[in-house]
Antibody, heavy 123, light 106 residues
Framework: QVTLRESGPALVKPTQTLRLTCTFS??????????VTWVRQPPGKALEWLAL???????EYTTSLKTRLTISKDIPKNQVLLTMTDMDPVDTATYYC???????????????WGHGTTVTVSS | DIQLTQSPSFLSVSVGDRVTITCRAS??????LAWYQQKPGKAPDLLMF???TLQSGVPSRFSGSGSGTEFTLTISSLQPEDFATYYC?????????FGGGTKVEI
């Protein structure tokens, strides 16, 4: 059974750095075609894709936040880490991690999601 | 970046109605499109990938079509559990992007 779980601080102050951890099980991030992605959702708003890392350690970021985001993985711990610098109240959101599977023929989509972790940015 | 425009943003419908949601991409993305359903307070669930392939366990009243720049998600007969917000996502090009969502309400 594939599961993912996000963890991190519920409250950060403006200008601080946010560090989120996605702990997963049921698959290996060393298997070809496996990716872990981060998505966020401000209250009452749409989903926003943030970043991903793949089995080959390739990384991609959303354009508007590229300078503030860093994604990495810890294979022995089955974890993916996301850091976001210079937090602002507009970054208040629920942050999700999800598995993305890519095959030879298809992008299979983000098939398993964590429950999300809510982050509030406030002084 | 590829922009995805969903229409309509809101749909007011009844149980049993046929529902169609459109997702338009700002450039061609082949069939590299996924649809998700999200209920309040929950993470999204994958409904469909490759534009028209139903994810395992998703009821057959959901169907998808399209390629290139225009895609549709259809619910043939809306059930009470289908009241939710639906999002399209393109996976053809980085950065990945989502549409703005379509809220289906009573």
């Amino acid at each position: 059974q594939v599961t993912l779980r996000e963890s991190g601080p519920a409250l950060v102050k403006p200008t601080q750095t946010l560090r989120l951890t996605c702990t997963f099980s049921g698959f290996s991030l060393t298997t070809r075609g496996m990716y872990v992605t981060w998505v966020r959702q401000p209250p009452g708003k749409a989903l926003e894709w943030l970043a991903l890392i793949d089995w080959d350690d390739d990384k991609e970021y959303t354009t508007s936040l590229k300078t503030r985001l860093t994604i990495s993985k810890d294979i022995p711990k089955n974890q993916v880490l996301l850091t976001m610098t210079d937090m602002d109240p507009v970054d208040t959101a629920t942050y999700y991690c999800a598995r993305l599977v890519v095959g030879d023929q298809y992008y299979y989509g983000m098939d398993v999601w964590g429950h999300g972790t809510t982050v509030t940015v406030s002084s | 970046d590829i922009q995805l425009t969903q229409s309509p943003s809101f749909l007011s419908v009844s149980v049993g109605d046929r529902v169609t949601i459109t997702c338009r991409a700002s450039q061609a993305i082949n069939s590299d499109l996924a649809w998700y359903q999200q209920k309040p307070g929950k993470a999204p669930d994958l409904l469909m990938f490759a534009a028209s392939t139903l994810q395992s366990g998703v009821p057959s009243r959901f169907s998808g079509s399209g390629s290139g720049t225009e895609f549709t998600l259809t619910i043939s007969s809306l059930q009470p559990e289908d009241f939710a917000t639906y999002y399209c996502q393109q996976l053809n090009n980085y950065p990945l992007t989502f549409g703005g969502g379509t809220k289906v309400e009573i």
